[in-house]
């Protein structure tokens, strides 16, 4: 069974840094396709990062281009999320999610999901 713990979430100040971190288990984490969603209060969960298998391909929110960064690191079966000049309307919980196929922008282009971790960033 595939289990997902996120970690690194916390409250910043407008422009600050965090980073996310997703450690998976229970199957070879190399096999994944992985992503970042994430929802705010009142809102439906959306789509912020996703890199594929091989690593090679990555997708971003147009919300978040050129701030964030999601990157994977095999050898330690975690996905990360680096997210740089952070602003009030990223205050979200942070959900990472696991595919074993393409992957992809939708929530259910994903079958397995963690907890979620809170970033909250002050204005």
């Known amino acids: 069974q595939v289990q997902l713990v996120e970690s690194g979430g916390g409250l910043v100040q407008a422009g600050g840094s965090l980073r996310l971190s997703c450690v998976v288990s229970?199957?070879?984490?190399?096999?994944?396709?992985v992503g970042w969603f994430r929802q705010a209060p009142g809102k439906e969960r959306e789509f912020v990062a996703a890199r594929s298998r091989s690593g090679i391909s990555t997708s971003y929110a147009d919300s978040v281009k050129g701030r964030f960064t999601i990157s994977r690191d095999n050898a330690k079966n975690t996905v990360y999320l680096q997210m740089n000049s952070l602003e009030h309307e990223d205050t979200a919980v942070y959900y990472c999610?696991?595919?074993?196929?393409?992957?992809?922008?939708?929530?259910?282009?994903?079958?397995?999901w963690g907890q979620g971790t809170q970033v909250t960033v002050s204005s």
């Open positions: 229970g199957r070879t984490f190399s096999s994944y396709a």
């Open positions: 999610a696991v595919s074993p196929t393409l992957g992809g922008l939708r929530t259910d282009d994903y079958a397995n």
